[in-house]
């Protein structure tokens, strides 16, 4: 691929989502503009019905308020280069998880509740990964402490003291045979 093909490619892509970024309040905003007490809606080819909301817009209202900010946050997920990245992921689990409750509402008063235990779970496994990211970047930037430097270091060490042994038993040869003479 040709370095000029390339910088096309990456613009068109940083340009579009830039362009989301930049849409996405109008986006969020966009059930205001629904029909009020429709039960569903045709958008583009795609039939969107009531889903037990009562009407479309309140039904869209939620939609968005799960797919917005997770769709932003993915984003900031793929695009930082902090090392604390991996700490986005436990909302973007959260919007994951409520986005699938409300997909799958079934007219029960329970929305945005149960998926606690979920998010708990990843945080589970996310948080140590975040802290052990951490403590090495401390250890190394802070402390000056270089983990490959003192590998090489020890190993130093030891072909040394291996080294040292190797003499020790020359010598101690050296001497029994001058002795012998």
């Known amino acids: 691929m040709s ?3 390339t910088i096309r490619k990456r613009f068109i892509i940083e340009g579009a989502i830039a362009l989301f970024i930049a849409i996405s309040p109008i986006m969020f905003y966009s059930y205001k503009y629904l029909p009020q007490d429709a039960t569903t809606l045709n958008i583009l080819g795609i039939t969107v019905n009531e889903n037990n909301f009562g009407d479309v817009s ?3 209202y939620f939609y968005l308020s799960k797919v917005v900010p997770l769709l932003l946050l993915v984003i900031w ?3 930082s280069k902090n090392w604390w990245y991996h700490a986005i992921l436990i909302p973007i689990s959260m919007y994951s998880f409520q986005l699938y409750t409300v997909l799958n509402y079934s007219n029960s008063n329970r929305i945005d509740e149960n998926e606690i235990l979920y998010v708990i779970a ?6 140590p990964v975040v802290y052990f990211i951490r403590i090495k970047l401390v250890d190394k930037h802070v402390h000056g402490i270089d983990l490959d430097a003192m590998d090489t270091e020890l190993q130093i060490l030891k072909e040394k003291e291996e ?3 190797e003499r020790e038993k020359l010598e101690e040869r050296q001497k029994t045979l001058s002795k012998k003479m």
């Open 77 to 79: 997920f793929v695009t």
């Open 3 to 5: 370095k000029k093909s």
């Open 58 to 60: 309140t039904a869209i």
């Open 122 to 127: 990843v945080t589970m496994v996310v948080i």
């Open 163 to 165: 080294l040292r042994k």
